[in-house]
Every structure is written in C-alpha cells, then in structure tokens.
C-alpha cells in the first residue's frame, strides 16, 4: 500500500484548506484510514479516521466541527476538509491505512500499518 497526501500549504486563520490522500492498493475498501498530525517538538497526534465503508467518523476534540473527513472507494481517495483554521494546526498531517480486522477503527498511530509522506499545512494568524 502507497499513500500520498496532498493539498496542504499556507493559510490564514479563519481559512480552509481540502487535504487528499491517494492510496495505491489493489482493494482500498480493505482498509481504515486515518489522519494524524505532527507539529514541530510534539508527538504524532489523531485528528480523523473514516472506516472502510466511510459509514462511521471519529475525530480529535480539537477539531470537531471544523473538520469533516470523507472517502471515495471507487477513486482510492480519503479527504480532509479543514475549515475554521487555527495557528494551532500548524504541522505537517498524515494520511494512514490499517487493514480493517474487526468493527474497531483505531485513533493509535501505531495501529496503523501504511503511511504516506505527509503534507504541510502552515496557519498565520
């Protein structure tokens, strides 16, 4: 499983930004995937998950109600669409995928077996 994530850049505080993560694999819908975030001297954090039918949604306190995570199984593609951008969530987000075992969806990094590259997302205020 490949993932690329893209869409990040510079923003200001107030704005939005759509993140989406490509996933090259032969069955996506084989997969939970995941969003995390890592800023500058912190920890790798959760922000999102979707599950494999896209029918469940989990998020981060943080960013409830400003972020909206969806999926597309017939293009490879999950999405996260930022708004209501914060200073605070500055870091670089990262797209994940873990094989779906059971009715879990994980918000754990290391639950999550596949990972992409990461994109920046930079907020002024």
């Known amino acids: 499983v490949q993932l690329q994530a893209s869409g990040g850049g510079l923003v200001q505080a107030g704005g939005s930004l759509r993140l989406t993560c490509a996933a090259s694999?032969?069955?996506?819908?084989?997969?939970?995937m995941g969003w995390f975030r890592q800023a500058p001297g912190k920890e790798r954090e959760f922000v999102s998950a979707i599950s494999w039918s896209g029918g469940r949604t989990y998020y981060a306190d943080s960013v409830k109600g400003r972020f909206t995570v969806s999926r597309d199984n017939a293009k490879n593609t999950v999405f996260l669409q930022m708004n209501s951008l914060r200073p605070e969530d500055t870091a670089r987000y990262y797209c994940?995928?873990?094989?779906?075992?059971?009715?879990?969806?994980?918000?754990?990094?290391?639950?999550?077996?596949?990972w992409g590259q990461g994109t920046l997302v930079t907020v002024s205020s």
């Open positions: 694999v032969r069955t996506f819908s084989n997969y939970n």
């Open positions: 994940a995928a873990a094989r779906r075992l059971s009715l879990l969806v994980s918000t754990t990094p290391s639950d999550y077996t596949y």
